[in-house]
């Protein structure tokens, strides 16, 4: 919500005057900067997430006034598709927009010609006064903030540890720009965002990664500390198995970035259908996946199935889309093997003692698993257990009773109708 402040106006000397007031009422001064650098320290590093600490900072620093007009933060972050977060507030509206960029932006003319750039190099501070016509425009920015009515800018590095470094920038539409000795109360200010943000952005990087690597339910019960071995808890779940058929053959008669690139198209057409359906998708291992759909109770069977199946109809129409895409690129057609289960698992850490896993382990990982070798010989995609089928009704037909190793009882299997 847009936050209404006193403004007050005060003369140059006045500003100068370091008198012990709130920030928000030391408008316009270096003293108000330097007051918003002491609320970071003793207030501001509380807030929970980077987006808080910098609407905040710039709402303190704007305090009503005209000194600030656009605050920017731009975070380089460890994620495989995100290169970069942009925070951007707005004095005129109050909002902060926040910006992925993915890692395409390092090479746009944009970022190129950008003062970013600069700065992430080792420039100690980038500043444009822009009532001084003289000035040229020696960034593309500088254009468009001339045309927006903004008259002095200032980019400034935000230092994290292990050497990471970030940028900042302050704009104003104050007719006379920034004074110097505010430019110097940035300069300070920047410093302590650098502090506070550090800690922040780095727990949101363990966040992103661990949910990259684990998934997001098991990256958050890790960062929560479910760290020890044999940590772990027994849930109800719906399984999913998938499987790529010829891997083996793939493997001996393509070369290293071939066999990477068709994995890369399998695994991409079978993950969105699993998060659609609320799926956590626990491992890759070779051409193989492994996605479980959590019940939350005994009466939440159904739904988990009915979801678990869904998704697998969604993946194998996926695998027939970039089937086509293939085949029209001169490439041979992928096979897949998608078998589904439910039952009991223990979901948690397993391994050495200093090298984990976070996994499900259990007789119905076993099942799903081991159902994988019939999908071939039985000429069907999608292949289910009883105990999955008896929670899709009449979705799915019997087809044939087998034996798998390790399990004692014979299994009656199920498919898609015809």
Not at 191 to 213: C, H, K, N, S, W
């Amino acid at each position: 919500m847009t936050e209404t402040r006193p403004a007050a106006a005060k003369t140059r000397q006045d500003r100068d005057r370091p008198p012990a007031v709130d920030p928000v009422l030391a408008v316009g001064a270096a003293s108000g900067i330097r007051a918003t650098r002491e609320w970071l320290i003793a207030e501001g590093r509380r807030l929970p997430d980077a987006a808080d600490v910098i609407r905040e900072t710039a709402r303190h620093v704007a305090g009503g006034s005209d000194l600030l007009s656009r605050l920017m933060v731009s975070i380089r972050t460890l994620h495989p598709q995100v290169s970069a977060i942009t925070y951007a507030w707005n004095a005129s509206n109050d909002e902060l927009e926040i910006v992925p960029r993915g890692y395409s932006v390092l090479d746009n003319d944009t970022y190129l010609a950008s003062p970013i750039r600069l700065i992430h190099a080792g420039e100690p501070m980038i500043r444009r006064r822009l009532v001084d016509a003289r000035n040229s425009d020696d960034f593309p920015i500088l254009r468009d903030l001339r045309a927006a009515g903004a008259t002095d800018y200032v980019v400034l590095p935000l230092r994290f540890s292990g050497n990471r470094i970030n940028v900042v920038s302050f704009t104003t539409r104050r007719p006379d720009g920034f004074a110097d000795d505010e430019v110097a109360a940035l300069q300070g200010l920047a410093e302590v965002m650098a502090l506070v943000l550090d800690p922040l952005e780095t727990r949101r990087i363990a966040r992103a990664l661990l949910g990259t690597y684990l998934g997001a339910d098991a990256g958050r019960r890790v960062l929560e500390g479910l760290v020890r071995r044999g940590d772990g808890v027994t849930i109800a779940a719906a399984l999913m198995f998938t499987d790529m058929r010829g891997f083996t053959q793939l493997s001996e008669t393509s070369s290293r970035e071939q066999i990477l690139d068709t994995l890369n198209q399998y695994f991409d057409a079978m993950t969105p259908p699993v998060r659609a359906e609320d799926g956590e998708i626990l491992k890759f291992v070779g051409d193989g996946m492994l996605a479980i759909f959590p019940m939350h109770d005994d009466l939440d069977r159904d739904r988990a199935c009915h979801a678990a199946l869904r998704a697998a109809k969604a993946g194998s129409a996926a695998i027939d889309t970039l089937n086509e895409t293939r085949r029209a690129n001169g490439l041979p057609p992928l096979d897949i093997g998608i078998t589904l289960h439910s039952g009991s698992v223990s979901y948690g850490n397993i391994g050495a003692a200093d090298r984990l896993d976070f996994t499900v382990i259990g007789p119905a990982v076993n099942l799903v698993s081991r159902m994988q070798g019939l999908c071939e010989p039985l000429g069907r995609r999608i292949l289910a257990s009883r105990r999955f089928a008896s929670s899709c009704h009449s979705e799915l037909v019997p087809v044939g009773a087998h034996r798998f190793k390790g399990i004692e009882q014979e299994q009656e299997i199920y498919g898609m109708p015809g």
